[in-house]
């Protein structure tokens, strides 16, 4: 059965087919059945195909399949073949289930819009390009689904493209994304001129013997790589697609959050691990930008207006850990933490869905509150993902990643304590946005009046993921706490074991834990009596008015537009402006040239038949003057 | 050389071929004239042929009979819509298609 891999990217691929071509002719009912069909039967298949895949692999080796040669010119051999190990199963796994339980909601939560053929496309074509992007074996085919993601964020962010500032989203998301992107051609080129070979596991195993660690090209490949997940995954300096790409309808939202696009520089980065160890100081600045990233986000989603807002600023700053456990070394706390997050984060982006689509797509959370007795399912939903989000301890995903990846900062002998202290700062920041969230929408006085839960298939996707944002944090505990180890197991033959400072014990993990614990709980806390009505300052905070220069500031995402609009986007116009017309110029006198000339030479043009017989005359005596001489 | 008088008789009639195509406003005689430069150029071809002894020159000769018979037949076409259309047989009458 594990044959049939090649059918997980193909079936959403005939999705969008279908839907693209002849949508137009299927009834509602149909199109749902196809765009959530089509992503609910690749989830099967990866089913199917995982089972295989520990039954045939017990060591969780790589399984790989080729279809056909796609180029094959002298001295390029590039293939349509893709290569299955845990890491990449994994990533199918998250992508199809989580994909299937989106397109599932949005089948509601889209019946009433006009494009609901186009949306579903869109969306198949996504999951698609996401399900290559992972499973190809050849960097080439991994691009081809890198740009795939880039072109889908593009059209699902504009998807309502009646409104002018949302293609302005969508354009913006393209274009800075594609700085990335370029960066990473760039680093595809030089891999090419050196190894003659675009496979990934070849790419990196002649890396390995041809380069020493910290070589010139090493870094400079690695930080090429960089430049293309940061743009990806939103991270410093790049990030700022992110949040105006809440354009789009939410389940796209929750698609790119959790499933898809963003997690694609984490994936990168877990694929190429090998390279980016050849190069130190390159890791280390994942670190840094992953840190520097989740507390300017972090700090950001605490002043934002926009329900949508806050959750993409929160994914930012989760995104960061991820790359801060990139950038030590834990691979698998980087991937345990994207595994978690893409449960509590879509389940985040589908329960505020369900508010927006209560209110009448009312996103302003001052215009929210008491929605509690409402919405019973939504409110315990959300609460439970924004819990699994601040990390409470125990019972929730969220706290078994973070503490993971806190836990690994403090030991791996590529960090330092700072990093620690700064991680441990944005765990208590997320408790405090994610709750000022919970108390402003669901607590207080109801401010707009809800039109009444919504039905069984947003329903049930929301409950599922609550349940999975609850119980995914099981398959690995600390030693602490039960000492469970399946995901790191599993994940042992496709990525590297952390590396620990000698003298870490349990002793001192305990002492770490207990300090994330009073920070997540903190938060809480702080949050309580800050945003919660009828707490101590909670009546103070009603005001959204506040316009201190410093909110301002954060509510821009600390002013990261502007400044870009300031550095390139003005300078670009004002040269653009003036330039112009010094190009132009010397192209108008090439128009003037040929123009005199065509009127100076049209004079010989008499009408006359004997003057043209003496011109043919005169001109063949001239050439046979010259040939006489 | 036997075939030099024959030569210059071929550059005087195109000589005076060229000259009346030049110098007559009849179209008529200008066909004529075309005529005669043709015939200088068979003449050509006729002498060039007996000079080395082959029968490529004879050949180009009928290929120019030819040639001419069809063009004249053409050109007298053009000629007869001419005369129709502006009532006149002067060449410089027909210049409308001047730049």
């Known amino acids: ?95 199809t289930g989580i994909g299937f339980l989106i ?24 999951v698609a390009a996401m399900l290559t992007l992972v499973l190809a074996d050849n960097l080439l085919l991994l691009y081809l689904g890198w740009e795939g993601v880039g072109l889908c964020s593009y059209l699902l962010i504009g998807f309502w493209y009646r409104e002018p500032e949302y293609g302005t989203a969508a354009q913006k998301a393209f274009i800075v994304t594609r700085i990335g992107d370029t960066a990473f051609a760039i680093g595809l080129f030089i891999l090419f001129t050196q190894f003659q070979t675009l496979s990934i596991q070849q790419v990196q195993s002649f890396a390995m013997e041809a380069w020493p660690v910290g070589s010139n090209l090493a870094m400079i490949v690695a930080a090429l790589f960089l430049i293309g997940a940061v743009g990806k995954s939103a991270q410093l300096p790049l990030q700022v697609w992110l949040p105006d790409a809440m354009a789009g309808p939410t389940p796209v939202s929750a698609l790119i959050h959790a499933a898809t696009m963003v997690t694609a ?21 994942i670190a840094v930008l992953g840190l520097v990233t989740l507390l300017l986000a972090a700090t950001s989603a605490l002043v934002q207006h926009d329900i949508k807002r806050v959750l993409a600023y929160s994914t930012m700053s989760q995104i960061g850990y ?33 508010v927006i689509h209560s209110l009448h797509h009312e996103q302003n959370i001052f215009k929210m509150g008491g929605l509690r007795r409402h919405l019973p399912w939504t409110f315990w939903t959300f609460l439970i993902g924004a819990a699994a989000m601040s990390g409470v301890p125990l019972i929730t995903s969220g706290f078994y990643s973070k503490d993971w990846i806190l836990w690994s900062v403090w030991s791996s002998p590529l960090s330092h304590r700072w990093i620690w202290f700064g991680a441990l700062l944005g765990a208590l920041l997320t408790g405090l946005y994610s709750f000022r969230l919970i108390f402003r929408v669901f607590f207080g006085e109801v401010r707009t009046q809800p039109t009444g839960e919504s039905g069984l298939a947003m329903r049930l996707p929301l409950v599922v993921l609550a349940f999975l944002a609850l119980t995914v944090g099981f398959l ?32 001192s993990e305990a002492r770490e834990q207990l300090a994330v614990t009073v920070a997540a709980l903190l938060g809480i806390g702080l949050a309580a009596l800050l945003f919660l009505p009828g707490s101590l300052f909670g009546a103070r905070g009603t005001d959204q008015s506040t316009s201190h220069p ?68 005169v001109g063949t005596l001239m050439l046979l003057g010259l040939f006489a001489m | 050389m036997l075939s030099t008088p024959a030569l210059v008789l071929a550059i005087m ?52 009979l030819t040639l001419a018979a069809a063009e004249v037949s053409v050109a007298l076409g053009i000629v007869l819509q001419l005369s129709y259309r502006f009532r006149t047989l002067d060449a410089d009458a027909f210049c409308e298609m001047k730049g």
């Open chain 1, 1 to 95: 059965m594990i044959s049939v891999l090649w059918l997980i990217p193909v079936l959403p691929l005939a999705g969008f087919l279908l839907l693209a071509l002849c949508g137009a002719r299927l009834s509602r009912q149909q199109i749902a059945w196809v765009g959530c069909g089509s992503v609910g039967a690749a989830a099967v298949t990866t089913a199917l195909v995982a089972t295989d895949f520990f039954s045939l692999f017990p060591a969780r080796e790589s399984y790989q399949q080729t279809l056909w040669n796609w180029i094959d010119t002298s001295g390029m051999t590039v293939g349509i073949s893709w290569y299955l190990d845990a890491l990449s199963l994994l990533m199918v796994a998250v992508i």
């Open chain 1, 103 to 126: 397109h599932l909601y949005s089948a509601e939560y889209m019946a009433h819009d006009d494009d609901y053929a186009r949306f579903f496309a869109y969306m198949n074509l996504f």
């Open chain 1, 265 to 285: 520089g984490v994936y990168l980065i877990a694929r190429m691990h090998h390279l980016f160890e050849l190069a130190p100081m390159v890791q280390e600045g």
């Open chain 1, 322 to 354: 991820m790359f801060l456990a990139l950038g030590v070394g834990a691979w698998s706390a980087a991937l345990f933490h994207f595994l978690t997050h893409s449960c509590f984060k879509a389940l985040l982006f589908l329960a505020a869905g369900s």
């Open chain 1, 476 to 507: 690995e505990m600390p030693h602490t706490l039960g000492h469970v180890t399946l995901f790191s197991q599993y994940l042992s033959h496709a990525l590297p074991t952390t590396e620990l400072l000698p003298g870490m014990d349990e002793s």
């Open chain 1, 550 to 617: 410093s909110v301002t500031l954060l509510q821009g995402g600390w002013g990261f537009d502007r400044l870009y609009d300031r550095l390139f986007v003005q300078p670009w116009f004002a040269v653009t402006r003036n330039s112009s017309d010094m190009v132009d110029r010397g192209y108008e006198w090439l128009a003037v040239c040929a123009e005199s000339c065509h009127g100076w030479l049209s004079h010989t043009q008499t009408g006359h038949v004997r003057w043209y017989a003496a011109t043919i005359a």
């Open chain 2, 13 to 64: 009639l195109f000589g005076l071929g060229l000259i009346g195509l030049l110098s007559r406003r009849n179209i008529l005689y200008m066909l004529l004239s075309l005529e005669i430069m043709l015939n200088a150029a068979a003449l050509a071809f006729i002498a060039g042929g007996a000079r080395w002894g082959q029968v490529d020159g004879e050949i180009m000769f009928l290929f120019i």
